[in-house]
């Protein structure tokens, strides 16, 4: 739908949707430590309609990859269930938190695909500001459910461009039109 006419243009490689995950049970919850936090009743059910505004918006991706955390990987299978017959996979880079070797692990995907990746704050929002060429991540924060989608041309690491940036509040409205 609106991504596909967005992005336009001749030479772009791989189109990088970024999603944070959706909202978990809080940090500090007794008996839960922090990896393995998982999602919220709330954060399961609003993502559910954020997750299928997000299907109207953005074609279906060829990969899912997830960090390996209980949030993160639910997320990953709720979006995966709007796009149907996705199966996503782990990989332990989307948690460190090193966006070189996220950059890594993208450079490595096929030439041309639609890349999706589920992960964590403040993580996604310094990979994003790293593609896109600024330093400025606190501009870019990932609410929990939010998504982003960049065009690369080229390598990775050579940084692309942001197509757009939504919140999941706005995800949520899209499931609906």
């Known amino acids: ?7 336009g243009g001749k030479g772009v490689g791989v189109k990088l949707l970024l999603i944070r995950h959706a909202i978990a049970v809080p940090r500090g919850t007794p008996g839960i430590p922090d990896d393995e936090r998982p999602l919220s009743a709330r954060g399961e059910r609003r993502f559910r309609r954020a997750a299928r505004g997000l299907a109207r918006v953005a074609r ?40 070189k070797a996220v950059l890594t ?3 490595a995907q096929r030439r041309h695909a639609m890349i999706a990746i589920v992960g964590h704050e403040p993580h996604l929002s310094a990979l994003l500001a790293r593609l896109i060429g600024t330093a400025k ?9 939010g998504a982003a989608l960049v065009a690369i041309v080229g390598s990775p690491t050579h940084g692309g461009r942001l197509i757009w940036h939504l919140t999941p509040k706005l995800l949520r409205a899209l499931a609906r039109h």
């Open 1 to 7: 739908m609106a991504e596909a006419g967005a992005a």
């Open 60 to 99: 279906r991706p060829d990969v899912i990859l997830t960090s390996p955390l209980p949030r993160a990987l639910r997320t990953a299978e709720i979006v995966a269930k709007a796009w149907g017959r996705l199966e996503p996979e782990p990989q332990p880079a989307l948690a460190s938190g090193r966006v």
């Open 105 to 107: 692990l993208l450079a």
């Open 137 to 145: 991540s606190e501009r870019l924060a990932f609410r929990k459910g």
